[in-house]
């Protein structure tokens, strides 16, 4: 009998405590342009975290040719950032962050997106 309470308890402090460390975290919410989509323009970049980060990085590069954007590394954290992005040219292309969650971690991803210019009226921004 002894052994089924610890377990229980166990159980229950792992169900209360998960949230708690994926949120520490903060992982990217959304962005737009979405991930994986097509869009016919982009002027910004912009991600949304699931709480406060320093975004410290993101890179945009079409295959392994960096595309320069206004981004400067965040010395306030905040939830959501929105990053000019003027010029991104037609093509696959990969944005590259990282940022600095609440309890000190570096957190690095990627996603992509396409640019067409023949998709009219489905701006990323």
């Known amino acids: ?9 166990i159980a229950a402090f792992a169900v209360l405590i998960a949230p ?6 903060t992982p990217l919410k959304s ?8 869009v016919s323009e982009v002027a910004a970049i912009e991600v949304e975290f699931h709480g406060p980060v320093r975004l410290v990085r993101l890179r945009l590069a079409q295959g392994e040719t960096e595309i ?8 306030e954290p905040a939830a959501s950032y929105s990053i000019a992005a003027p010029g991104v040219p037609a093509g696959e ?16 991803d990627s996603f992509r997106f396409t640019v067409d210019p023949g998709m009219a009226g489905v701006a990323g921004n």
């Open 1 to 9: 009998m002894q052994p089924k309470r610890i377990f229980r308890s």
């Open 20 to 25: 708690l460390v994926v949120f520490a975290h």
């Open 31 to 38: 962005s737009s342009p979405a991930a994986d989509s097509t």
């Open 68 to 75: 320069p954007v206004g981004f400067a590394a965040s010395p």
């Open 93 to 108: 292309i990969t944005v590259e962050w990282a940022a600095i969650g609440a309890d000190g971690h570096t957190l690095t």
